[in-house]
């Protein structure tokens, strides 16, 4: 392995790294903070891949005034000579689709909210939220028109084609990434570090007591997810800009579940936990794939992929038995006013 | 102040309220006895909205509030504590006690952002936290995780909570169960300090009918969803229904 190859491996690292931890934090939120249980996060990533995939096929056709199969040859190929002879166009697409990611993902997590706010149980929620996102990843593989069914859409420009060579315009779009994650982590944090924060757990906690007590807890629930879900369509658009292409079969439930081991191994309820977590699981998961490289140019027939599965099933098991709150458990969330109370308490204590 | 009118509520068939109709004035600690399963916490789900009647109707400060959500009541003033504690257990205790205030600005996700639009409140609201746990002797668990404290504890902090909500109309379920006589005499005090300073109205389900007796000012029995006996406690006391409810006979 050369030095260029470990800094492309470190490079990406970081970029998935960077995606699952917007996942996961907005798992956390939901969850970790609002007890919801959305099984269906894999959905709403998707829908921010999509969004990616059908906006810069179907505005490169409208700006060249075509009306090529956006899955054709063709239309690949005029996307790439676009963006070349527009550099600035990719870019523009590229914000558009997050505004569209974030927003049909908030606007479907309302819509799936509301078809099952008079059911109180939470499960059927996150049932809904699973079959839903299993329903539109068969839906879109089948159905050409949004990313070219089960072949996929190839050819979403780099955003910052306008920077020239390759190398600097994938650097420029890793940093993009790394940011965006930076500012989710930091909004969520400045969000619930708060008695807005402090409420979600009340409604986690016990509903009926928050309800009593004056929150409303299908309320919030509804926004939560709708702010959660947006932030996994950005994570989307992300994974879709990143790799270039958008396929359903990527959007298996198989990503939930990584974000849920993700969450659970880190710790429930504090922001730290789904950053630790996301990393374990990146770390896993990129581990599995560049071992695999490695031990086929040795020609060792290990199938490393299942390894994955069983370090990741493994960890669960030894986190649930030896340190059930994951690996950084939660605290209380230190507004001022609970600040004075400890330091008094310490006072009287001496 | 609170008019229950008629009310009827039934679980498969079973009668738990059976047009029952009660009246509740200002100022005033009414208790409300009654063998198990005669309805009594039933009528507290009724009048916090965490259950809908049948038939009949409630009215709050005239206002009809059976249809309303539990969350809607709390904010027009009633507050409640449960039977069996419905704790936030995985909070501290402290934390507890600070989320029953209402309108905290920081608790609205946009103004949640702005640490200064609601630090100030928080502070002030610690204070009134603080007064709590010293009243109900609670500092040295203050820290503690709300699931890790004895049962007697957690009945405090449902008394607690409620001491914290500012409201007008206060319903105790069962406040002393589980709590030693000695703690018991002084949440009959606690409540009754409260009531003076504040002006606030109670109504208390309880089983230790001495300490009832001698602190509230209208005792209504309940038996088999109805109101089988009313009045001042003494009335109640030689009311010889109340025997004869107990007694079975
Ligand atoms: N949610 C419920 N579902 C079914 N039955 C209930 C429910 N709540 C109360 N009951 C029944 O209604 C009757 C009155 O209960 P309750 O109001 O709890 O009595 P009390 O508080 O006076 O002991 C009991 O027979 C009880 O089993
Ligand atoms: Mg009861």
């Not at chain 1, 959305?38 to 409208?62: E, P, R, T």
């Not at chain 1, 099952?116 to 996150?126: A, D, H, M, N, Q």
């Not at chain 2, 109709?21 to 009528?43: A, E, F, R, V």
């Not at chain 2, 009918?209 to 009313?230: H, P, Q, R, T, W």
Request: proline share 4%; net charge positive.
């Amino acid at each position: 392995m050369d030095f260029n190859q470990l800094i492309s491996i470190i490079v990406s690292t970081a970029n998935f790294y960077a995606i699952w931890l917007i996942l996961s934090l907005s798992l956390n939120y939901e969850y970790g903070y609002t007890g919801i249980l959305n099984f269906g996060k894999v959905l709403f990533f998707s829908l921010g891949a999509y969004s990616s995939g059908f906006l810069a096929a179907n505005l490169a056709n409208i700006m060249a005034g075509v009306s090529f199969d956006i899955c054709s040859v063709e239309a690949v190929q005029l996307r790439l000579d676009l963006a070349k002879a527009v550099p600035q166009l990719p870019l523009l697409v590229f914000v558009a689709s997050l505004i569209m990611g974030a927003a049909l993902s908030a606007a479907v997590a309302y819509l799936l909210y509301i078809s099952t706010s008079r059911i109180k149980e939470g499960f059927v929620l996150g049932i809904i939220l699973l079959s839903a996102g299993e329903t539109s990843r068969i839906v879109v593989r089948n159905y050409e028109p949004v990313v070219c069914g089960y072949h996929g859409l190839v050819g979403i420009p780099n955003p910052y084609t306008a920077a020239g060579d390759p190398t600097s315009a994938s650097f420029l779009l890793s940093i993009t990434i790394w940011v965006i994650a930076g500012v989710a982590f930091l909004f969520i944090n400045k969000l619930t570090a708060t008695p807005y924060g402090r409420k979600l757990k009340a409604i986690r906690d016990n509903e009926l007591a928050a309800d009593i007590y004056g929150k409303k807890p299908s309320h919030e629930r509804r926004k939560v997810l709708m702010i959660g879900s947006a932030m996994a369509g950005v994570a989307g658009v992300l994974y879709a800009y990143y790799l270039g292409f958008v396929a359903a079969d990527d959007f298996t439930s198989l990503k939930t579940f990584d974000i849920w081991v993700a969450v659970m191994l880190g710790g429930v309820g504090n922001h730290l936990g789904a950053v630790t977590g996301s990393l374990v699981v990146t770390l896993i998961d990129r581990g599995t794939r560049v071992l695999r490289v490695f031990l086929a140019n040795l020609s060792i027939p290990l199938e490393t992929l299942y390894l994955r599965w069983i370090i990741v099933g493994v960890l669960m098991l030894l986190i649930l038995m030896y340190r059930p709150a994951g690996i950084i458990p939660e605290k209380s969330i230190k507004t001022l006013g609970l600040l004075r109370i400890i330091e008094r308490i310490k006072r009287e204590k001496t | 102040m609170l008019v229950v009118d008629r009310v009827s509520k039934s679980f498969k068939g079973l009668k738990a309220l059976d047009e029952i109709s009660i009246n509740i004035k200002p100022g005033h600690i009414y208790g409300i006895i009654g063998p198990n399963g005669s309805g009594k916490t039933t009528l507290f789900n009724i009048i916090t909205g965490v259950l809908k009647p049948d038939s009949g109707q409630v009215i709050f400060d005239g206002r009809r509030i059976d249809v309303l959500e539990p969350n809607s009541i709390y904010n027009l003033g009633i507050t409640r504590s449960f039977q069996l504690p419905t704790l936030w257990l995985n909070m501290s205790v402290a934390e507890n006690l600070m989320l029953p205030p209402k309108q905290q600005v920081g608790e609205n996700l946009r103004k949640a952002f702005f640490k200064k639009a609601w630090e100030t409140q928080d502070m002030q609201l610690s204070d009134m936290v603080w007064q709590t746990l010293e009243t109900l002797r609670l500092k040295q668990v203050a820290l503690n995780k709300s699931s890790e404290i004895s049962g007697g504890q957690m009945k405090l902090i449902e008394l607690g909570r409620t001491m914290m909500s500012n409201p007008k109309l206060v319903l105790l379920d069962e406040p002393t169960a589980g709590v030693n006589p000695a703690l018991a005499l002084e949440i009959f005090k606690i409540i009754k300090e409260i009531k003076q300073s504040m002006g606030l109205t109670y109504v208390i389900i309880e089983h230790r009918y001495d300490m009832l007796f001698a602190n509230a000012d209208y005792i209504y029995l309940l038996n088999e969803g109805k109101v089988v006996s009313e009045g001042s406690p003494e009335k109640v006391i030689n009311d010889p229904v109340l025997a004869e409810v107990y007694l079975g006979a």
